[in-house]
């Protein structure tokens, strides 16, 4: 006799707001207290925690695309820390003795500023105005066709005369 399945009605819904956030399958799995193996099992054989999961992970992907473009687009700040390796005197737990180590201590914290990305700009604006913004002109030649005419005729004189 077959052993009951974990399985619930509700874990599409689950699954699909764990992935919205990001989680991956092992993450999911042990929500689910399944093994991954379990869980991929489940995923092949019933499209709808298939499909759950994928409306889930585009969506994070998709977001965080959006949210990093963006994030170029204006600038952003960011703090990098300095790290030293600077002789410090500690005890040793196990001789009671104290002894000199190397341990890495901040020495300093700056604040740096990334401008904005040219580039992500241009495809930014590109994507959200794209009628009025795009890689390629409309060109339109007028009294192309009087050209064509002119030079049909004159082809036409300058074989007439060559047979005559």
Not at 71 to 97: A, N, S
Request: glycine share 4%.
């Amino acid at each position: 006799m077959a052993k009951p399945t974990k399985y619930k009605e509700d874990m599409p819904a689950r699954a699909e707001k764990m992935a919205r956030a990001g989680n991956t399958m092992a993450k999911i799995s042990r929500a689910f207290g399944v093994q991954r193996d379990t869980l991929d099992n489940w995923v092949q054989q019933r499209g709808k925690l298939r499909e759950a999961i994928e409306r889930g992970r585009t969506h994070f992907r998709s977001e965080c695309a959006e949210k990093n473009l963006f994030k170029r687009v204006e600038g952003y700040f960011y703090e990098e820390k300095t790290e030293e390796l600077r002789k410090v005197e500690e005890l040793d737990p196990i001789t009671g003795r104290t002894v000199i180590a190397e341990k890495p201590v901040v020495v300093k914290t700056v604040r740096k500023h990334v401008p904005p990305d040219t580039r992500a700009v241009i495809f930014a604006v590109k994507c959200l105005m794209p009628d009025k913004y795009k890689d390629r002109q409309e060109v339109q030649i007028s009294g192309l066709t009087e050209f064509v005419t002119e030079l049909q005729e004159a082809r036409k004189r300058a074989s007439n005369s060559q047979s005559s």
